[in-house]
């Protein structure tokens, strides 16, 4: 039986899937669009006591959470209950023409469990366990287990390489928990924050801006377009005009040679003028196409 294009990226090492602890199941996990991926048995949730969340404190983004684990016999999550999870399986992609994502499973979210991914993009070359949110968005109580099969993993093909791969943040961290900001982050948020200080936060990226630069866009590409279609023929355009001119001068002489004197016979050769005429209006009907 022939391996799908996943299951041949798997075995080629492109795709590699690490659970030392509960062993990864490719003849069951990897389907012909999709790589299912687990739930691990650790989870976070915000500390009761939490009043205020500083988005750009990083030192304190560990104090926030509190850690414990979903059991065997299954976690009850509250109407309206936020958990922070991961999956079971890291994962690391070593291909520079593929980027991946990653999604919530249709049949969990079906019962009104959200899955939301903190961060669906996965770039090629960083081992990743995926940091995942869940929340019951239903009047019920939901009941959750460890490793039940709760996202999908997709990969994309790039016609071209990529330039780099993963750099930021998380380059070095192969638990992803605790939510971070770096420095050069805050500095340039810092930086904004400096310049937009006296302006109103209503004014900031008003409609009446967006529409502008939409505007603008919009006859951009009406000029992009319409250089494309001409200008870029331009080489062309004087090709086919100067084949065009050429060719009706030529002709009128010859008429005004045959009317001026009668005795000046017909030459069939004339009719090679035709050529350039006709190759001077396909021209033409092509750049107008």
Known sequence: M????????????????????????????????????RLHPKAMRFKSSLTTIDLL??????????????????????????????????????????????????????FGLSITLD?????????????LQLKNNTSHIIKIYPYIYIAQLILI?????????????????????IPDVDGSEKNNINQLRSILANTKPEDINSPYKIKSLIDKQIEIAKRRSFFNRWGKSLVTIILGDFLFLVTIATIGLI?????????????????????PLIISILIKIFIRK
């Open 119 to 131: 961060q669906p993009k996965f770039p090629s070359g960083l081992p990743w366990n995926f940091p």
């Open 57 to 110: 404190d990083s030192g304190s983004h560990i104090d926030y959470y509190e850690s414990y684990n979903i059991p065997n016999s299954g976690l009850e999550l509250k109407p309206g209950e936020i958990i922070f999870c991961k999956t079971l399986e890291t994962v690391a992609l070593y291909s520079d023409h593929h980027i991946g994502f990653v999604f919530g499973r249709r049949t969990i979210a079906g």
């Open 157 to 177: 093909e790039y016609p071209a390489p990529a330039k780099r791969t993963y750099q930021g943040v998380y380059s070095d961290r192969y638990d992803n928990f």
């Open 255 to 275: 008429v005004y040679d045959i009317v001026n004197n009668p005795d000046v016979r017909f030459k069939w050769e004339t009719l090679y003028l035709l050529i």
């Open 2 to 37: 022939k391996k799908n294009y996943l299951r041949r990226m798997y075995d080629s090492g492109k795709i590699l899937i690490l659970s030392p602890d509960a062993e990864f199941n490719p003849e069951y996990q990897i389907e012909p669009d999709a790589i299912n991926l």
